[in-house]
Structures are given as structure tokens and as C-alpha cells.
């Protein structure tokens, strides 16, 4: 069998050689690509694979690349590399169909999950564009989960999924940033989310984000 093969498109050349690097160690086969526009030229005709990209870069960025590979036709799973900040962003490709979101700066192990979980996904990320947590047996618990959260806890996740940093988080609902890091870790161990990003894809496929 033919290893999996990932194109890594990322503007910063230091990125994509460190990744390419991780890759290939991991048994994976690996293109890389400056830009996203590189990469639609040479996707002429479908290929195997997956895409990991960086969500913000110059001229075409990763959700603009993401929607051109859809309307091209090409189903290949979709990893958003993002940075602090962006998980607004984050939600928005996964809302489209991007399979997974992963935060830089990114462990090895973190990353070759999330693409290991993206190939066996295939090419969606499970989403129906209405999602009913009642037709996904596995999202259920999740949802079971989240009734236990407290008034307090709800809105601290809401916040999160949002993109809100725990200083901006603070402030709009009053109280200090090393409170709103205790109210965090309770929704992470209630959820048993053990990432920020496990959190915000789950909350996405039962339609809280």
C-alpha cells in the first residue's frame, strides 16, 4: 500500500520544511506548496491525499483555498493550520467541511492525529449542514456533557468557542482572568475535551459553535 500522501501548503518556508520533515519521519509522503494558488494548479485532476493548510497567508488564504478545492470538485480532507486567535476562523472552515483544526505552535503527535483523523474521515467532517446530535449516536455524550455545565460554565464555553482570549473573556462578563481559567478547566474536565481544539470540533458538529 502506498503511504498517505500530504500537501502542505504554508507561505513560511521554515513551516513547511519542519513539517515535511515530521511527515516523512511519520512514513507519510509529503508536497509541499508556497501557496495555495501552487497547489490548485498542480490538483489539474483529482489524487490521492489529503491537504494540510495554513489558514492565514498572502493572497489566497487557507478557507479561500478550501471553498476553490470544493468548487473544483476535489474532496480531499482539509486540516487548517491556525494561530493564536484564529478559531473563529477555525469554526467557519469547519462549518464548510474542513475536517480538523490544529493551533500552532503544535506538537508532532498533535498534528499526525489530527491527519490520521482527517484520512480516516475522508473528505467531510461528518457535519450535516443541520446537525441533530439524536442521528449522531457518537455525539451524544457530548451533548449529555454539556447539560451538566452551569450557567456560568455555558458562557465561558460559548466565549471560547468564539475565539475569546481568557483576558477578553473576563471582561465581558466581569469577572478576572484566573477566574475565567478555573471555569475553564471545569468545562474541559466536564466535556472531557482535552483540547482546546477536541472542544471546538465537537462543539461545531452539534451545532453549539
Known amino acids: 500500500m502506498a503511504p498517505a500522501l500530504v500537501h502542505v501548503v504554508d507561505d513560511d518556508p521554515a513551516m513547511r520544511?519542519?513539517?515535511?520533515?515530521?511527515?516523512?519521519?511519520?512514513?507519510?509522503?509529503?508536497?509541499?506548496?508556497?501557496?495555495?494558488?501552487i497547489l490548485l494548479e498542480r490538483l489539474a485532476r483529482p489524487?490521492?491525499?489529503?491537504?494540510?493548510t495554513d489558514i492565514r497567508m498572502p493572497g489566497l488564504d487557507g478557507l479561500a483555498l478550501f471553498r476553490c478545492l470544493r468548487s473544483a470538485g476535489h474532496t480531499h480532507p482539509v486540516v487548517m493550520m491556525t494561530g493564536h486567535g484564529d478559531v473563529p476562523l477555525a469554526v467557519e472552515a469547519m462549518k464548510l467541511g474542513a475536517c480538523d483544526f490544529i493551533e500552532k505552535p503544535f506538537d508532532g503527535e498533535a498534528l499526525l492525529q489530527a491527519l490520521h483523523g482527517a484520512l480516516e474521515r475522508g473528505g467531510q467532517n461528518g457535519m450535516d449542514p443541520s446537525p441533530d446530535p439524536a442521528l449522531h449516536p457518537s455525539l451524544q455524550d457530548f451533548v449529555r456533557r454539556l447539560a451538566t455545565l452551569s450557567e456560568r460554565e455555558r458562557q465561558v464555553l460559548d466565549h471560547l468557542v468564539a475565539g475569546g482570549t481568557s483576558k477578553e473573556i473576563g471582561r465581558r462578563l466581569g469577572i478576572s482572568p484566573r477566574?475565567?481559567?478555573?471555569?475553564?478547566?471545569?468545562?474541559m474536565a466536564k466535556t472531557r475535551a482535552g483540547t482546546l481544539q477536541e472542544l471546538v470540533r465537537w462543539a461545531v458538529l452539534t451545532g453549539l459553535a
Open 47 to 52: 489524487v490521492r491525499g489529503c491537504v494540510l
Open 17 to 37: 520544511d519542519s513539517v515535511a520533515f515530521l511527515l516523512d519521519t511519520a512514513g507519510f509522503d509529503v508536497r509541499l506548496y508556497a501557496a495555495g494558488t
Open 179 to 187: 477566574t475565567v481559567e478555573i471555569y475553564r478547566a471545569k468545562v
